[in-house]
């Protein structure tokens, strides 16, 4: 996967635009947040099967055991990351607009690192959460 020449200033617009915006499962949820951060910096949009499948916290999981087997937000990021080729890297080489696991077990959820490689965004109820980079146990290089 390559990043488009402008994909910093791309990638600071998506955080501008969605900074305020409130999380809303098939609208701005943790996954869909991240894929379309992969989109802006690349222009592929990783999570085509998933878009206008789901509108509730049910559904969406239904959707992820549908499409890659089981329910869970590190299954998809798997099966998304071997579908697109894209690698693994050990959180702590996790940089700006590289993709990442928050937790583990049922409660995991994705972000991606800010652009100044500080902290994680997540989207959150009230907008785009920061968490310490420190919150990361998988990532993947976008």
């Known amino acids: 996967m390559i990043r488009r020449p402008d994909w910093q200033s791309r990638l600071s617009a998506y ?11 098939g609208e701005l949820d943790c996954g869909l947040f991240v894929a379309g951060a992969i989109e802006t910096m ?4 990783v999570a085509g099967e998933l878009r206008g499948k789901y509108r509730f916290r049910r559904e969406a999981f239904a959707a992820i055991r549908a499409l890659c087997g089981q329910p869970t937000m590190a299954a998809i990021a798997d099966h998304l990351a071997a579908q697109f080729g894209i690698e693994p890297i050990a959180p702590t080489f ?3 607009g590289d993709a990442v696991q928050l937790r583990s077990g049922q409660r995991a959820s994705l972000g991606i690192v800010d652009l100044h490689s500080h902290h994680l965004l997540t989207p959150y109820s009230a907008g785009l959460l920061r968490l310490p980079m420190s919150h990361a146990v998988r990532a993947w290089r976008i």
Do not use: K, L
């Open 15 to 25: 955080i501008v635009d969605c900074a305020h915006r409130p999380f809303r499962y």
């Open 94 to 96: 996790a940089s700006r």
């Open 42 to 45: 690349t222009g592929i949009d």
